[in-house]
């Protein structure tokens, strides 16, 4: 069993022992944008990805009661999966509000984790059920279920695979319509796995994926899984006054080419600009 710590005020990145139950703190402004940060020159085999910094463009409302596991960004709401037996839900969110548009609750047999969009489809993953959850996008309602061996974390797609994380250094290509797995790869920095990859999300051909118990974004060549680049955001939650968790959820405003960033139970979202160092 993992177990975090629960840290009120100045927020700083613990070490925490557990991956989904509990509470960790983590701790948001020229800038370069995503598409100059995806046009990095190539990198020797055992040169470690240089770390770019952030700017925040704006700070959004967000439920300190979520425990974010998945985000994703379409048509100007976000879908957002929440963690916790007894607490876990998908739910639509209005982004500049916070508030909840649509949710539909989750079994308290099922710790929800990672969610993404695939076409009329939202898809959940569970962390130790092996167990992941297909729902019509517009009703919430079930449509099916498929099993895969090992623990889910993080989820996302290209324009033809499910890319999911499961707590190691490895992503799995997965077929979205029978989620039989096509491929694995495993993530590298500098040559040495990365692993606790956790919430993911795919912006401009690159996999950017929260690295579990710290303040890191990485950004992964699906192909290799050679990290790109890092984005450090500590001091993005400065200080809360509810008790809060790690950082974890990503999406992306294609349309937009915005960013947005949050953690477990963090009251805010943030639009973010990655910028160099």
């Not at 800038?31 to 990095?40: D, F, G, I, N, P």
């Not at 739910?91 to 969610?115: C, H, M, N, P």
């Not at 694995?184 to 950017?208: A, H, I, M, S």
Request: hydrophobic share 40%; glycine share 10%; aromatic share 10%.
């Amino acid at each position: 069993m993992r177990v975090s710590v629960i840290v009120f005020g100045i927020l700083a990145v613990p070490t925490c022992l557990t991956h989904q139950s509990g509470t960790c703190a983590a701790g948001l402004a020229p800038t370069v944008s995503l598409t100059a940060a995806a046009a990095q020159s190539p990198l020797r085999a055992d040169a470690t990805a240089p770390v770019a910094g952030y700017s925040v463009q704006r700070a959004y409302p967000h439920d300190p009661a979520a425990f974010t596991q998945g985000l994703e960004y379409l048509n100007g709401d976000l879908y957002e999966s929440t963690g916790l037996n007894g607490r876990s839900s998908i739910r639509k969110v209005k982004l500049e509000t916070g508030a909840v548009l649509q949710q539909r609750a989750i079994s308290r047999d099922y710790f929800g984790e990672g969610l993404t969009i695939w076409k009329s489809t939202v898809i959940e993953l569970t962390w130790q059920s092996q167990v992941a959850f297909v729902y019509d996008r517009d009703t919430f309602e079930p449509r099916r279920m498929f099993s895969y061996p090992g623990e889910g974390w993080g989820l996302t797609h290209d324009a033809t695979n499910l890319i999911m994380s499961d707590g190691t250094a490895e992503l799995r290509f997965l077929d979205p319509e029978t989620f039989k797995e096509r491929r694995r790869v495993t993530v590298t920095d500098g040559g040495r796995p990365v692993p606790r990859l956790n919430e993911l999300e795919y912006v401009k051909g690159q996999v950017f994926a929260n690295i579990w118990t710290t303040d890191d974004i990485v950004r992964i060549d699906p192909g290799s899984g050679r990290v790109l680049g890092r984005i450090d955001l500590r001091g993005l939650l400065a200080e809360s006054p509810t008790p809060t968790d790690v950082l974890n959820g990503i999406a992306y405003d294609q349309a937009g080419d915005r960013l947005f960033v949050t953690g477990k139970l963090w009251p805010k979202l943030f639009e973010i600009k990655t910028r160099p160092r």
